[in-house]
């Protein structure tokens, strides 16, 4: 039993280019501007997941593949993101502790 509607070729990727549409003027606005800068990975994945719901209103068992090949295939990039984020923040801590009075 599929829970999720099934829509017309045409219907899903009108809906999924206003829906992103919709979210790149969001992340245009000065907050979106600061949300992306500060956390890509994020919005990356919050696009992907906007694409796959559009791509399961035509074909659930094809978005559900997709999402498995981009788990697999982002989960890598987002670890190394955080990794990158938690260095950026230490190298931070440590100039202004090792510069303070300066």
Same mark, same amino acid.
């Given at each position: ?11 899903? $990727? ?29 919005? $990356?994945?919050?696009? $992907? ?54």
């Amino acid at each position: 039993m599929n829970l999720i509607p099934q829509l017309p070729i045409y219907a899903a $990727v009108g809906g999924c280019l206003l829906t992103c549409g919709v979210f790149a003027a969001v992340l245009s606005t000065k907050r979106g501007q600061e949300a992306t800068l500060n956390y890509t990975w994020v919005m $990356v994945v919050a696009g $992907v997941c906007i694409v796959l719901a559009w791509m399961a209103t035509v074909n659930t068992d094809a978005a559900w593949l997709a999402l498995l090949f981009f788990i697999a295939g982002g989960t890598p990039m987002i670890l190394r993101s955080l990794w990158l984020m938690h260095k950026h923040q230490q190298e931070t801590m440590d100039y202004l502790r090792n510069n303070r009075g300066e």
